[in-house]
């Protein structure tokens, strides 16, 4: 993965100093979640190099739009990428773990959007990079930590939108209905059409509505991308 800075349409990621990288699952997360019920104030979880909160204040007029990063090098980074866009004055990064944001929160600030590009919680996914691992892995943040701070610290109407490997869609769900969360809607994201299902982006709601369910493909081959995709994330990729 190169360090260098990612340039999209109309904001530049510096990823230097982040274990991270801008992904595929990041930018996606980021152009699916819908604004239709114009939120006001959104947070983003685990913000990484801050690409989705970017990418919520360029798609929103949110006048609050927070993230929040436990890594401080990777906070840093955030930080620094949020100055340096057209949003700055909008944008605001908390340092601490999310159980400790939770607690301090939840009692002040409720968000009428609140999106995770989780980690991810397979047990085969070491990578030996210590730092990297703990951007990636289940000890970062469980995934029943993550839905429960989440329903803790969402408006009535609002959702919670992440992106998780398919194989731990059905746990998501079982886990958010203990917390009273349901799924208004589920995209499964596969590279092809004959490729296996990837991905799930999952939309949650206290509203317990039978979920509008949809597939997405990104390619016809390689490099060479569908028009649901492309039509999905054209405002924010330079070559698309």
Known sequence: ??????????????????????????????AWSSLAHDPESILDIGTGTGLIALMMAQRSGAELVDALEIE???????????ENSNWGDRLFCYHAAFDEFVEEMQDEEHYDLILSNAPFYTE???????????????????LSELLEGASLLLSKDGRFDLIIPFSEEGTAIRIAQTHKLYPARITRVKGTAEAPVKRS???????????????????ISRHNYTPEYTNLVKDFYLKL
């Open 1 to 30: 993965m190169s360090a260098r800075p990612f340039k999209f349409k109309h904001f530049t990621i510096e990823q230097d100093r982040c274990a991270m990288k801008i992904g595929t699952d990041g930018v996606l997360l980021g």
């Open 72 to 82: 401080e090098n990777a906070y840093e980074q955030a930080v620094d990428n949020f």
């Open 124 to 142: 085969d996914y070491k990578t030996g990079d210590d730092q990297r691992d703990q951007a990636r892995f289940a000890e970062a943040l469980p």
């Open 201 to 219: 982006l999952l939309s949650f709601s206290f509203e317990e509505t039978s979920a509008e369910v949809q597939d997405l493909i990104m390619e």
